[in-house]
């Protein structure tokens, strides 16, 4: 429990919430699904997709991840983290039961009203699905709401596929299509040995009342979206989520900032036409 | 009418006020001058064209734990830092006065950084206006002056026989309860920093050659020893870590650089400014575009630390003036 004496002051920001994790679930070999949840009712963490927050290690750190769960369903908080550094790992350590902390949310967040009765394309790659599944999860949610869905998601092999769990599920809901896609197969690979973009290129998805989400690394995002643009997608039309180097999630340690843009304070949501208009291009 | 202390009065003064409270001043340290807790008057210096570090850290430490976290009964209990100590800070230049007014915009900005908050708040500044200004300073092209009182809680200004006392806020009056001051019609020396760096449409200016290669041509020599960062009274990047050490957890905050390779470096290994060019512009940008766009004044105060302190000479003066002819060269080649 945090002491009195401060709660009175300023609160501190860098405290985070205590939280205990609730289940752990291989997603693929180095990504883990992590359902935690706040130990205290007082806390209040109400967010939407795109949105983030910093998941504790103590001991260790702590590392900003996309939320991957969805508010409304009240299932607990989710994470996919992918083990790739010091707190990551750490993590990954961790078992049912553990005791962690959690900072946030952080961000803007995909509007998802405004693409009432658009076309959806949402485009991930790797762990960059982690934040397009509550995106996902909220349309088929509200199906109705929107019209032709279409999700493509790659990976670098067929085990490094993220929620592959929930594919049938998704392509179960009327008007919507997944494509897959991977880097290399492997022997029991039927599907697609295919770069994104390439996969773009093929599809041919039509601009028309159409917005397209992206999210994966850089270099993926680079390429997918000019061959959107060759498409006749226009900047407007495709949003995204930028990644920065972040520690403290309130605009004030400056590590994340595109030009006078911070990730985690103006983003990490962004189309594409505010992109061009940044002073700084990453 | 001035109103005028002694400097015995003075001296005796801030003895009485180091019984009670702890007293940061200039004091000689080898051979540099530092601000440190004085225990004694004589141990003040007040003769000094400036400290070789601004007193930056007392509001903004170089380490500073942020919470703790130690397991208990099965959970784990975390206490946040609370600053308690109350801290009589004497002899700060206009210069580095500003520049912690200027760090109240990015640490006071919603949700506050509770520990500057506290800092700020435990904290009463007693200014000491220059007398004459050293060869590196120009606060006056950075919107100060040698006898800026406007972010102090009291000012100082030597005159022949003691120090001309100005009371600016109700923490300084406060401090200054039952001193007695003398009323004289002396005119405190009005001091004079002529050096004028052309700072003024540096914004518009630097917007116009962003992209122009004199950064990376300029970043060529830099070693990144991030020098600059840590002399700078209004640099405040940082990094936070866990320190452990017995089961007890400390989650710190350190002084960071944008100079670092790897400052920008993401999970996964991209870093978007790799190179010296992209981080030396971000550097100079940052204090003279992003800042001034978020939070209205340039992020720099024209101490001149970074110019006598930097190994290869980069020097922020000359940078401005480059900027602005660069500027207006690219602008008209867009007209």
Redesign the interface.
Known sequence: ???E??EK????????Y?ATLKSVVDLTPDVKLFTLEL?RAQDEFDYKPGQFAFV?A??????PFGVTSVAYRREGLQFAV?R??TV?NALHQLEPGA?T?VRGPFGNFFPLDDYKNKNIIIIGGGIGFAPLRPVITTILDNRDDYANVLILNGARSPSDLCFASEFDDWVKSPRTKLELTVDAGDENWNGRVALIPDVITELQPSPKDAITIICG??IMIKFTLSRLKQLGFADEQIVTTL???M??G???????????KYVCRDGPVFTFEQISNF??Q? | MTKIIGKNELESWLSGIMKERTVFAPTRVDDLILFRPVRSANEIVFDYENTNLSPKELFFPRTET??T?V?KD?????????VDQEVILFGIRPCDARGIAILDG??L?E?????W??HREKTTMIGLSCTKPAPQCFCTSMGSAPNDASNVDIMLTQVEDGYAVETITEKGEKLLQGVELRESDVQPPVPTCDVNIPAEGIVEAI?KM?DDPYWSRLADRCIHCNVCAYVCPTC???????R?DKGK?E?I?TW?S?QSKG??????G?D?RADKG?RLR?RF??KL??FP??FGALGCVGCGRCVIACPVNIDIREIISDVQKIGAEVGQGSN
């Open positions: 429990m945090v002491k004496a401060t002051a300023v609160p501190n920001p860098f405290v985070p205590p130990d504790s103590y001991g260790v750190g702590e590392s992918r790739v550094g990551t005791k902390g690394p850089p990644e920065g180097k520690k403290c309130l605009g004030k340690c400056f590590r994340c900032n595109v030009g006078e002073i700084e990453f | 942020l919470f976290a397991p099965g959970d784990i209990e975390l206490t946040p830092t609370i990015p640490f900005d949700p506050a950084d509770s520990l908050a506290q917007t962003f405040y990047c940082f990094d936070i870590r866990d452990t957890t989650r905050r960071e944008c400052f920008t470096r993401i999970a996964g991209y978007p992209t971000q940008c940052h575009l992003y766009q978020q």
